[in-house]
């Protein structure tokens, strides 16, 4: 049988590790600004503290995603062969992580130290316990980048150059972008793009910015695309 991540429950589901790695991380910062961010005031009782609630919030979070992380089913990465085999690389490595945690613990603190400490091993554990498919997935997260890239595009260039000339440019290319290559969903595309424009900005009388462009153009013409497109 293949040893690829399945979704068997006694292996890890593929992305399981690195969002439970990531929620950590995100929770162990939070915990380490609480000081910077709440105060703690001499004459309040402790439940009317404006640390506390706050303190107990993100403290759950560390306690229960912590657990949730140590609990998963984990699969080892699978190191290249001259670090498995190399012990002096094996020696440094640890030696370095503990060499870091103790520098933290002298300069802040032991307390103010801990969520910095347990940030780095949750990074390391990351690391380590990572499967080729848990990237993969990451690859498809961070795609949501591209599609907020798109649309930043489109807004920013809705106005310079227009609604209806970026519309028309945009929607076939992100129909070629998701997939679509025949030129009858082109045509479709054009259509379905031209048809937004007249019914949001002719129809609708939508206010969207005139663009620069159009002023380039002859006054009558200059007038009806900045009213109509």
Known sequence: MS?????????????????????????????????????????????????????????????????????????????????????????????????????LSLWLGPLRAAPYVGLIATVRLAWLFMHWVDRREFKIWLSVFEWAGWFLAYVVLVPILGYLPMTLLFAPLLTWRIGYRSRLMFWVSIGFALCVVLVFKSFLQVKIPGAAFYEHLPGALRSFFILNF
């Open 3 to 103: 040893d690829e991540i399945s979704e068997h429950p006694d292996r890890p589901i593929r992305g399981q590790i690195l969002f439970a790695a990531l929620f950590l991380i995100c929770a162990l910062v939070l915990l380490a600004g609480i000081e910077e961010q709440t105060k703690w005031l001499s004459k309040k009782s402790l439940f009317s503290q404006p640390r506390f609630w706050p303190a107990i919030g993100v403290g759950g979070m560390v306690l229960f995603t912590a657990l949730h992380f140590w609990q998963l089913p984990k699969k080892p990465r699978t190191l290249p062969r001259w670090m498995r085999e190399a012990d002096w690389f094996q020696w440094a490595e640890s030696l370095f992580w503990a060499f870091t945690a103790l520098s």
